[in-house]
């Protein structure tokens, strides 16, 4: 079974920008997390989706936003960037029915000038 | 809200040794406690987790214990051996069965020979 994929692996990108993320999970997954992994603030849940609705939101300014399409894969989105949103992206995906083990990409590397 | 403290930040312990790291979580609703490990430049995995009705967890090596009371639960890696070099993040959730997890900080274990 393949794993998640996430897509860019590496993107730098400059203050004001907007950029796109794109997750596809584990086939038969129907939830997908999306969390923001930085030296200083660890891991930090940006949102969760599942059958194509945002099922939770975690404490970020909505220049973040996402959505899931019927197919499961995610996309995230970051409009109007700012340095401090240099990071790694990492998406998650589940089964989604009940609380488990969230399987991890390998990340979306931003870096923003 | 929900908030996790995790310690220490930094373990260093010979090879063969034991190894604790402990979390105290904020949520009482909580029922969820995953531990992750990440190696450098790797994706987050699940190594164990334990849910509320338990108090106490093993996996060969690793156990995990789980105080609802005094809402604390650590990891305990035992025998150590240099591939247990990493980062560990314990994490919360379960809340209403959401896939949302709260993570520490993470703990950086080094295994000295």
């Known amino acids: 079974k393949a794993g998640v994929t996430q897509t860019p692996r590496y993107l730098i990108k400059t203050r004001g920008q907007q950029v796109t993320l794109s997750c596809s999970p584990i086939?038969?997954?129907?939830?997908v997390s999306w969390y923001q992994q930085t030296p200083g603030q660890g891991l930090q849940f940006l949102f969760e989706?599942?059958?194509?609705?945002?099922?939770n939101k975690g404490n970020f300014p909505g220049r973040f936003s996402g959505r899931q399409f019927s197919n499961s894969r995610s996309e995230m989105n970051v409009s109007t960037l700012e340095l401090g949103d240099s990071a790694l992206y990492l998406c998650?995906?589940?089964?989604?029915?009940?609380?488990?083990?969230?399987?991890f990409g390998e990340g979306s590397r931003l870096t923003v000038l | 809200g929900e908030n996790v403290e995790q310690h220490p930040s930094t373990l260093s312990v010979q090879e063969g040794d034991s190894a604790v790291i402990k979390c105290t979580y904020s949520?009482?609703?909580?029922?969820?406690f995953p531990w992750y490990k990440q190696e450098l430049g790797k994706r987050p995995q699940l190594i164990i987790d334990?849910?509320?009705?338990?108090g106490e967890k093993k996996d060969q090596r690793i156990a995990v214990t789980l105080n609802k009371t005094a809402k604390h639960f650590s990891l305990h890696i035992t025998e150590t051996q240099p591939e247990d070099s990493a980062v560990y993040f314990c994490?919360?959730?379960?809340?209403?069965?959401?896939?949302?997890?709260?993570f520490g900080q993470g703990t950086r274990l080094t295994i000295n020979p």
């Open positions: 998650a995906s589940a089964p989604g029915t009940s609380t488990g083990e969230l399987f």
């Open positions: 086939s038969g997954h129907r939830s």
């Open positions: 989706y599942f059958s194509e609705t945002q099922r």
């Open positions: 949520d009482s609703a909580s029922n969820y």
């Open positions: 334990i849910r509320s009705n338990v």
């Open positions: 994490a919360e959730g379960g809340i209403q069965g959401a896939q949302k997890l709260v």
